[in-house]
């Protein structure tokens, strides 16, 4: 029987089950990413995220993103500083290229540990985000509950930023799961709620696609300095600050690539026992891919 093993890490409590495909035979099925994101009956984390190796001339690696509900997500900033931070450790190197269905995220080391990521452009066209009909991103005409006139952005996946008055009394799990599952989002969408307190400060709380609320959502903090420049409320450079602390995030005009600062943590290793998904199809038993 194949062994599993696995490395729990998290960026600002964001947690993944991270598995390295390159050295274990196994594919990321949608039912072993649900079992293994259960926090009562598997390891449990925010997102399931698997190493492959790369496709793309000048990457290091492949970074595979997988919700807890099994869908396949196309960004997660705070999950590619910690892929980042694995692939720099292994190389001994001080940067690498994490390839995403989003695109190559060229990543370095950065000071006090921490690592940046290049996020890439943030995208405002309606049909990239994407939006079921035309309309002006930056002024969506959106209302549910508390929340009121987001800004659509896609940072490789879908984000719905609503400026607010005050962050922490957005109630969020009521309010988040209608906006992600609006027929104006036709590949659903994350929520933000943010709240400006500077021209470099920003108090940012997320409800992650297919995830609900996460301590820190990394494209979201992206997708959130993008916006903010654009309606005006912050300069080129901001700290987020979210539910599990801070990203420094940057906005290049030149391009507008968004570069994310922020820390890894690593936290346990450990094997998944066969129990978990040896009923399972698509996935190895006894050195055989079932499918």
Do not use: Y
């Not at 993944?16 to 984390?45: K, N, S």
């Not at 099994?70 to 999950?79: I, L, P």
């Not at 940067?95 to 405002?124: H, K, W, Y």
Request: glycine fraction near 10%; aromatic fraction near 4%; proline fraction near 5%.
């Amino acid at each position: 029987m194949v062994a599993i093993p696995f490395l729990k890490m998290h960026g600002l409590g964001n947690d993944f089950v991270v598995i390295d495909l390159r050295h274990v035979p196994v594919v990321m099925t949608e039912d072993l990413a649900r079992r293994i994101a259960d926090r009562h009956r598997g390891v449990g984390c925010d997102q399931v995220i698997t190493i492959e190796p790369p496709r793309s001339a000048g990457a290091t690696a492949v970074m595979g993103i997988r919700n807890p509900d099994g869908s396949e997500a196309g960004a997660c900033g705070n999950a590619t500083r910690c892929v980042a931070h694995l692939l720099m450790s292994e190389n001994s190197t001080e940067q690498c290229v994490v390839e995403t269905i989003a695109g190559l995220l060229p990543s370095q080391r950065a000071a006090n540990g921490l690592v940046t990521v290049d996020m890439g452009p943030a995208r405002f066209d309606w049909h990239q985000v994407p939006l079921s009909e035309a309309r002006d991103t930056l002024h969506v005409g959106l209302s549910e509950g508390a929340l009121h006139d987001p800004v659509a952005v896609s940072m490789g996946n879908p984000h719905a930023v609503f400026f607010v008055d005050d962050a922490d009394a957005v109630p969020l799990t009521t309010d988040g799961p209608r906006i992600e599952h609006h027929p104006l989002f036709p590949a659903r969408t994350n929520v933000e709620a943010v709240q400006v307190l500077g021209r470099d400060r920003l108090r940012m709380r997320v409800w992650e696609r297919g995830a609900g609320i996460t301590s820190a959502c990394g494209s979201g903090a992206c997708a959130v300095m993008a916006a903010a420049v654009k309606r005006g409320h912050v300069d080129n450079k901001a700290e987020i600050i979210l539910d599990g602390g801070s990203l420094w995030m940057e906005w290049r005009p030149a391009d507008g690539h968004v570069l994310m600062t922020g820390p890894a943590t690593t936290v346990f290793q450990g094997v998944l026992d066969a129990s978990l998904w040896s009923d399972l199809s698509g996935v190895i038993r006894d050195g055989v891919l079932h499918g």
